[in-house]
């Protein structure tokens, strides 16, 4: 009596089986170009680039390594060119901020981003390997749905260790697909999900695996109910207001910022900008804008406050905080004139702000020369900012990419408010790809992000995700227009990962059991 794989090849193979069979037994030098190749085709999809079907290439390419693999090992150094390829172009902006501001020179920034990007691969490797071993110990499931629960746990992993690095995930690809319809549903996780297990279910196709009807059905029905959002959308929050503002983009070079000539000018500049805007309800300055501590300023500031008070304008602005003792220092923000607040950055960038297992990887950096810095994290419940009658959740700069953090923060607010210093990036597509994260965070949030930056990309974004008024990069230049407050939750606020979780469970169950089915008919 033979037994046959649930998941096994047809007989009858065609072209394209043939073909990737026939490539797959290249030498594993050109097997691994090509992964590279593919990997950095991906980075098209993303900000600002937007062609949506990059990230779909490089995750079926993925697929069909580890589909072609003979061993558990060959697919993780398959997966693992294909990672290469993504996040060293995807993340190339680590590298200007290194050799610019790290003060370490070509060589060692690049040894540095190296070391960054090779262990974000070590994600997808795992998960390469994960799925080809999994798939083999238990084939009642197909290997299309262990390459995407692999990876989702991989990406998972990648997005929460050690403060973790949320950046790239895969359902940012999707911001000109129907899936974008998504977001307010289940959020990043979901559309992540869906484009994971769509190209994986598209590389088990063009091999002519069994056992995909279940996954085909699953995706017909969730890319349909998309396209159905996306003409006829669903309005989950509603609109209570509206909030004159104004952000103020200073320019101020990164090397000259901290600079004591530099601080006194950039900081009159703020002023003076604001109060040529005293009509505005709200002013934001950006991330770090005042560089002097806030107890020093605090007191300097106590006139200018009042005369925002007396104008019914709340100014809101990045600054450095300090302990009374003089030893933890704070990334901040504060709401001064007809608001107040003060918010202390929750996540900190590693090697930015603070320097993962110090007391190892410290004296390695001194001996490069390269400066460091110590923040501290403040805690996780701290209440918005308020701007006169209106809550307003923050979030300084990396923040942003945390979804989860700013689902937590959204049911106490009207809108979300992001600052961020994007001249660490340069002229890089950093700061495009950092916009691009708040553009889901708005839509999966159904809240307008106010979002003031040093250099750039200044703007507004709609509830719907879409960016309404935009400030050129690398000038100095104010912005002002009428944000939307709005009330009420998303799904995704009030759910979470459910939605995820739901849709993954319901894939096990239902190709576990059709796995089943088939494999009692070929007994």
Known sequence: MSMSHPDSTNAKTGWAPRLITKVSKLPPYFIGLIGIVAGAVGV????????????????????????????????????????????????????????????????????????????????????????????????????????????????????????GFPWLLPGYAIENTWLFELLPIGGIWLTSSILVLTSSVIASVLLKKNHQWTLLCVLLIIWLGAAFLNYSPISWVQQTGTLKTTLIQGNVKQDEKWLAQTAGQSLAYYQQATIEHLDSELVVWPETAVTYTYPQIKPYFASFS?????????????????????????????????????????????????????????????????????????????????????????????????????????????????????????????????????????????????????????????????VVAQAPQFERTTLTANAKAFTGNTPYVLWGYWPTLLLLGICVVFTYLNGLILNRKNR
Request: aromatic share 16%; net charge neutral; charged share 15%.
């Open 44 to 163: 098209t999809s993303f900000s600002p680039f937007h062609f949506w079907p990059g990230y779909f290439i490089s995750l079926i390419v993925f697929s069909l390594l580890i589909l072609t693999s003979t061993t558990a090992k060959a697919a993780g150094w398959r997966g693992s060119s294909v990672a290469l390829g993504f996040f060293g172009a995807g993340v190339s902006w680590v590298y200007v901020s290194i050799a610019e501001y790290g003060q370490v020179g070509s060589l060692i920034a690049g040894l540095i981003t190296f070391a960054f990007v090779a262990v974000l691969c070590a994600f997808w490797a795992f998960s390469a390997w994960l799925a080809w071993r999994m798939s083999q110990r238990l084939p009642l499931l197909p290997a299309s749905l262990w390459i995407t629960l692999a990876l989702l746990l991989g990406e998972f992993a990648r997005s929460t260790l050690f403060t």
């Open 306 to 466: 009042q005369e925002l008070a007396n104008s019914n304008t709340t100014l809101i602005t990045g600054i450095p905080d300090v302990s009374e003792d003089k030893q933890n220092y704070y990334n901040a923000i504060w709401a001064t004139g007809d608001g107040f607040g003060l918010y202390y950055k929750r996540r900190l960038v590693p090697f930015g702000e603070y320097i993962p297992f110090a007391e190892y990887i410290g004296p390695i950096l001194d001996v490069f020369g390269m400066p460091m810095s110590s923040f501290k994290s403040g805690d996780e419940n701290q209440p918005v900012l308020q701007v006169g009658e209106w809550g307003i959740a923050p979030f300084i700069c990396y923040e942003i990419v945390y979804a989860e953090q700013v689902r937590r923060m959204v049911r106490d607010s009207d809108f979300l408010i992001t600052i961020s210093n994007d001249a660490w990036f340069g002229t890089s597509f950093g700061p495009w790809q950092h916009l691009q994260i708040a553009q889901f965070r708005a839509k999966e949030s159904g809240r307008y992000v106010i979002r003031a930056t040093n250099t750039g990309i200044t703007a507004f974004i709609n509830e719907k995700g879409a």
